[in-house]
């Protein structure tokens, strides 16, 4: 059975008290305390408990605090992310698809904020493809943005043979959605502003895990960084002893 990293950080103080005094003789024994800051930045407060320190317990409190709040703040956000997916794919998504419905890339999820409508992606199926162009869906602005870009008039339509209409289409048919991923928030204006709310709390808990995350990586470090000073401040760790003589000219009358 997989022992919860939660449970193992907060039975660090005592592992760290009972293993200390074998470490210590083991860096009695031999020059070894070079080791103490990769041990430190592997698991924080060790080194410390090894050389006495009662921070260590610092570190270690840090360590488990900062750990279980990135594991729960990175659980709400994927919570949250299934969420608006889930609705996404029951409201808006269910009159086009039936069964399996691909889930999307977060980019897709964002579109479906600002749009009521994705739009179709062919208005005739067969041949060519035709875009939507009512600009008021997504589809559609994305043609529109295809012609600004490519045409010189981006209401006077040139030659579908010509380079400025492929390089158009080409970008349409690259970014507009597609059938099976086509959405519609019509009469669902409730589950919309759900959405979106779920959007904006699966956001918010992303950023604290990435807050958390930077505290345990900066507790490591620091971890790391006061073992090392320690030891050089003790002169262990092959530390050197130099010493400089200055001669100062004396004239003896």
Do not use: C, K
């Amino acid at each position: 059975m997989r022992v919860p990293r939660i449970l193992l950080l907060l039975a660090l103080p005592a592992a760290l008290l009972a293993q200390g005094g074998r470490l210590r003789a083991l860096a009695s024994a031999r020059d070894t305390s070079w080791w103490l800051p990769i041990a430190s930045i592997a698991l924080p407060g060790s080194g410390q408990a090894i050389l006495r320190q009662d921070r260590f317990l610092g570190y270690v409190a840090v360590e488990a605090i900062a750990a279980i709040a990135f594991t729960t703040q990175r659980g709400e956000a994927r919570r949250e992310q299934r969420r608006y997916q889930q609705i996404a794919s029951d409201v808006a998504r269910s009159p086009f698809t039936a069964g399996f419905r691909p889930v999307g890339e977060w980019a897709y999820y964002e579109a479906m904020e600002h749009f009521a409508e994705s739009g179709v992606f062919d208005r005739f199926p067969g041949g060519n493809v035709d875009p939507e162009e009512d600009v008021q869906t997504f589809n559609g602005g994305i043609w529109r943005l295809a012609r600004e870009t490519y045409w010189r008039d981006p209401s006077v339509a040139p030659a579908e043979n010509s380079a400025e209409y492929r390089r158009a289409m080409n970008l349409y048919v690259a970014r507009a959605v597609r059938p099976e991923y086509r959405w519609s928030w019509r009469n669902a204006q409730l589950e919309q502003d759900l959405f979106r709310r779920s959007i904006v709390a699966s956001n918010a808990s992303y950023r604290g895990a990435r807050d958390y995350l930077g505290v345990l990586i900066a507790n490591h470090l620091l971890s790391a960084v006061d073992a090392f000073v320690t030891l050089r401040l003790s002169g262990r760790a092959g530390a050197r002893d130099y010493r400089a003589t200055v001669q100062l000219p004396v004239r003896v009358p």
